[in-house]
């Protein structure tokens, strides 16, 4: 069934219809929300908080735009608002913050390289963490989650050139924080 009929039904209060829009964009939001928590189980919760907003805000989606760029920028602001208020009382596990500063100090081991992509992926990982939110958005949402251009501008409520000029400074800023960390300076990716 076309998506456009699954949303017309949904919003007459089909679940059967809601639920195969789930289905079709449960891995994308999932992964949306995991690559900015790093936490299966938050992201599960994320990702269900966010389908609860879609099915309840449905009435309000008039269809100029496709569902699932919709369906994004209900799922970036959700995501955005928890880490807004999961930084105001930003709490790391000793044990965990202990292991990060021992990595770190560690350095790269000698030999393996599954062991080194893993740990270069890590590293961006955290110095991607570590960016401003609106770098951090537009970057995931364009090389994790592979949005166009055309639905990143729609997403995010952006013009075109915003979000080429956005991107830009985003990447920049990440090889930035990446080139510091690897040439020395560890305290803060």
Avoid at 66 to 72: A, P, R
Avoid at 77 to 99: V, W, Y
């Amino acid at each position: 069934m076309e998506e456009r009929e699954l949303v017309r039904q949904s919003q007459e209060g089909d679940k059967s219809a809601f639920a195969l829009l789930v289905q079709k964009y449960e891995t994308k939001v999932h992964g949306l929300a995991y690559s900015f928590t790093r936490d299966a189980v938050l992201a599960d919760d994320l990702a269900q908080d966010i389908f609860l907003k879609a099915w309840f805000g449905l009435a309000r989606f008039k269809g100029r735009s496709e569902f699932g760029t919709w369906l994004y920028r209900i799922s970036v602001n959700h995501i955005k608002d928890h880490l807004r208020k999961r930084t105001a009382s930003r709490e790391i596990p000793l044990e965990r913050a202990a292991n990060q500063v021992r990595a770190a100090e560690a350095g790269p081991p000698a030999g393996n390289r599954a062991e080194d992509r893993e740990q270069k992926a890590d590293l961006v990982r955290r110095c991607l963490a570590g960016l401003p939110e609106k770098y951090r958005v537009i970057l995931t949402l364009r090389d994790i989650q592979g949005l166009s251009y055309e639905e990143l501008s729609r997403a995010l409520d952006l013009s075109a050139g915003t979000v080429d000029s956005r991107l830009f400074r985003a990447r920049k800023l990440l090889r930035e924080r990446v080139v510091s960390f690897k040439e020395g300076d560890r305290r803060k990716p």
